[in-house]
Structures are given as C-alpha cells and as structure tokens.
C-alpha cells in the first residue's frame, strides 16, 4: 500500500510516522519550507518558542524576531 500525507503539521508528522512504522511507503507533502506548523519550535536569540502560543502571547515581536 502507497499513502500520501497532506501537510507536516503534528498530525502529518505523526501520521507519516505511524504509518512508516507498521511499513507502509508513504509520503509527506508539505508546502511550506519547513515542518510543524503551528507547533513548530522556532529559535530566536538563543530561546526556543513554541509558535503555538504566538495568537496569544507574541513574544517573538518583543524580542525581535520575523517568524522565520
Ligand atoms: C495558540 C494555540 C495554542 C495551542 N495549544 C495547544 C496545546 O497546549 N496542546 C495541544 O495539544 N494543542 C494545542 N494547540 C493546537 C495545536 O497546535 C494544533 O491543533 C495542531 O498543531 C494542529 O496540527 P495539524 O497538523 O492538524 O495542523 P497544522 O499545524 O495547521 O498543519 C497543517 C500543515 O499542512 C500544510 N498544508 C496545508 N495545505 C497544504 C497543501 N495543500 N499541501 C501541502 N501542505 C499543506 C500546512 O502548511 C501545515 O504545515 C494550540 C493551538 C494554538 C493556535
């Protein structure tokens, strides 16, 4: 069996991963440069973030940061 997942967000992530895992050939699509989406940890000035929180807390303005 072929799987294609759509989007590397957490549940593309796990979703690739478990199915990997029980050894099926599957392929993660994502359109954007990198992977996690809105639980991707970024890093700016040293301190790792949790973009998650970012709607209601954007500290990464009040450090500075571009989001990328
Ligand atoms: C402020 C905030 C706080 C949160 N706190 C928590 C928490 O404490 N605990 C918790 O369990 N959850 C929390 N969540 C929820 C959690 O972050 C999300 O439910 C989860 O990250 C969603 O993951 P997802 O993979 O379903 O979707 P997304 O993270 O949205 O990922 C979707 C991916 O699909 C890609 N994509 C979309 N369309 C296409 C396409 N056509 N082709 C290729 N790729 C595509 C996108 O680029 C993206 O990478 C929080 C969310 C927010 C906003």
Known sequence: MRV???GGGISGLVATSELAKAGVEVVLYEKEDNLGA???TATFNGIDLDLSSMLFNPV??????DNN
């Open 38 to 40: 809105y639980s991707k």
């Open 60 to 65: 990464v303005e009040i450090l500075g940061g």
């Open 4 to 6: 294609a997942v759509i």
